[in-house]
């Protein structure tokens, strides 16, 4: 069995058992989840399960990821992200487009895991 990445669209006990895999294995917990008010998703990576910390460039390089997603929406006529935050250990993103949502995620966890 692969570990999963992230989790997209589950329901809450999947979360939770994924969040304790995530302890477990020292892996980041990234979830992704459809915001009803526009379509597209709320992405959350969540770091204390692990033992990693977002370092300033792993920062710069999450908002470059911001900057390519608005770029992206932009082009396809779709609102901007709606908002996102970055800290040390928890960042979110809202309004990543499905298209985008797959390399997104993949991209998040991947950053944490070649540090």
Request: charged share 25%.
């Amino acid at each position: 069995m692969t570990f999963p990445k992230y989790l997209g669209d589950s329901k809450m006990f999947e979360y939770d058992k994924h969040y304790r895999d995530c302890q477990q294995f020292d892996k980041p917990f990234i979830k992704a989840k459809i915001n009803p008010q526009h379509g597209n998703y709320f992405v959350q990576i969540d770091l204390m399960p692990c033992n990693y910390k977002l370092s300033k460039s792993d920062e710069e390089r999450l908002e470059k990821m911001v900057e390519i997603e608005n770029n992206s929406l932009q082009s396809n006529s779709e609102p901007k992200l709606q908002g996102f935050s970055i800290t040390s250990e928890l960042a979110w993103f809202d309004g990543v487009s499905s298209k985008s949502l797959d390399s997104f995620c993949n991209a998040l966890y991947d950053m944490t895991q070649n540090s």
